[in-house]
């Protein structure tokens, strides 16, 4: 069975930093494509960063461009999503998504909310 377990949300101030873990099970992880979405009250789903299954490259929004920066680690599974200079409009629920090089699977973990307040 298929598991995405996003962690490391939560409230932060204005200018903060939080960093996001998603960890994998169920799955050969370097076969798969693997990406945070995110998802406002009100708003529509929307790709934040991806990074491909080697780690080779890495693509983001221009709305955190800079500010946003995804790895992973192979070994252990797990992809990272560190945020730093948070705004208020970063308020969301993060999605950790991994897809399949071939297109032969497409998951989703249960997402972690990030409230960017003072």
């Known amino acids: 069975q298929v598991q995405l377990v996003e962690s490391g949300g939560g409230l932060v101030q204005p200018g903060g930093s939080l960093r996001l873990s998603c960890v994998t099970s169920?799955?050969?992880?370097?076969?798969?494509?693997m990406s945070w979405y995110r998802q406002a009250p009100g708003k529509e789903r929307e790709l934040v960063a991806s990074?491909?299954?080697?780690?080779?490259?890495?693509n983001y929004a221009d709305s955190v461009k800079g500010r946003f920066t995804t790895s992973r680690d192979n070994a252990k599974n797990t992809i990272y999503l560190q945020m730093i200079s948070l705004k208020p409009e970063d308020t969301a629920v993060y999605y950790c998504?991994?897809?399949?090089?071939?297109?032969?699977?497409?998951?989703w973990g249960q997402g972690t909310l990030v409230t960017v307040s003072s």
């Open positions: 998504n991994a897809r399949h090089w071939l297109g032969t699977g497409d998951y």
């Open positions: 169920g799955l050969t992880f370097s076969f798969y494509d």
């Open positions: 990074i491909t299954r080697l780690g080779g490259s890495t």
